[in-house]
Every structure is written in structure tokens, then in C-alpha cells.
């Protein structure tokens, strides 16, 4: 199964972006997104659960992203707004067929599907 991550780009900072990912009509139980940035580890950004219930957000993040899926489409998006020159990353978006919970959804060893990664870069 492959996951298919897009949507990334050049924006300035105080920009948006929408990253979607999705798997040829499958959809996993739990899925992530997590970033990593030249020279530094790859960190979680946000999470969900197909079943609904709370989504996770780093602190970074937190009431910029947001994190969503989509019944009709079955993928999964992060919208992206006041994004910083920080936020320059390649993006991650992971999946997996448990339901994890909220403190397991933060760890990238959780998840057993990963897409190829997608570049955002915030800069004026």
C-alpha cells in the first residue's frame, strides 16, 4: 500500500498551504503527519483517528494546523495557516491500521505506512 502525500510549496510567511494524503481509496485506522527540517529529527505535527475523537497537535502548531478527514474521499488533510519560516520542513504523512491512542500517536515507530514526503518552504 502506498501512501501518496502532496500539496506542498513555496509560501510566504503568514501563508497557507493544504497537504492531503490518501491511499488509493484504503483508508487506515489512525494517521499522522510529522515533519522534518534540514539538519534536525523528524517530529510530529498533528494526528487523527478514522473513528473521530480529539485530534493531536504538536505545540508548534497548535491553533495554525489543523488536521481533517475526508468520508467521500477517504484522505486526510493538514491546512496549514500563518505558517512561519520554522515550519520549512519535508512533510510526512503516516498511517496505520490500529486505532492508537493519543500518547502512541506522537511516536513515528507507531506507524507501518508512510508516503514519500513532501516539501513545504516558508520564505519571503
Known amino acids: 500500500v502506498q501512501l501518496q502525500a502532496s500539496g506542498g510549496g513555496l509560501v510566504q510567511p503568514g501563508g497557507s498551504l493544504r497537504l492531503s494524503c490518501g491511499a488509493s481509496g484504503r483508508t487506515f485506522s489512525t494517521y499522522g503527519w510529522f515533519r522534518q527540517a534540514p539538519g534536525k529529527e523528524r517530529e510530529f505535527v498533528a494526528g487523527?483517528?478514522?473513528?473521530?475523537?480529539?485530534?493531536k497537535y504538536a505545540n508548534s502548531v497548535k491553533g495554525r494546523f489543523t488536521i481533517s478527514k475526508n468520508n467521500a474521499d477517504k484522505s486526510v488533510y493538514l491546512q496549514m495557516n500563518s505558517l512561519k519560516p520554522e515550519d520549512t520542513a519535508v512533510y510526512y504523512c503516516?498511517?496505520?491500521?490500529?486505532?492508537?491512542?493519543?500518547?502512541?500517536?506522537?511516536?513515528?515507530?507507531?506507524?507501518?505506512?508512510w508516503g514519500q514526503g513532501t516539501q513545504v518552504t516558508v520564505s519571503s
Open positions: 487523527i483517528r478514522w473513528s473521530g475523537g480529539g485530534p
Open positions: 503516516a498511517a496505520d491500521s490500529r486505532t492508537l491512542i493519543l500518547s502512541t500517536m506522537v511516536q513515528e515507530n507507531a506507524y507501518d505506512y
